[in-house]
C-alpha cells in the first residue's frame, strides 16, 4: 500500500474517532496543497 493511501485511511480512521468522542465543540481541518496536514478539535464541555 502506498504511503498516499496509508496517510489518507489513517486520517479517515482519526476523524471517525473524533466525531465518536466529542459531545460539543468543533473539528477542524486545515488544507494545505490539497491534503489535510492538520486536524483540530476544540471540545466544551456544557455545565448545567
Do not use: W
Request: hydrophobic fraction near 35%.
Amino acid at each position: 500500500m502506498d504511503k498516499r493511501k496509508e496517510n489518507h485511511e489513517a486520517t479517515i480512521e482519526n476523524l471517525r474517532k473524533l466525531l465518536r468522542d466529542i459531545q460539543y465543540g468543533s473539528i477542524t481541518l486545515v488544507v494545505q496543497d490539497n491534503y489535510i496536514v492538520q486536524i483540530e478539535k476544540n471540545e466544551k464541555i456544557r455545565l448545567k
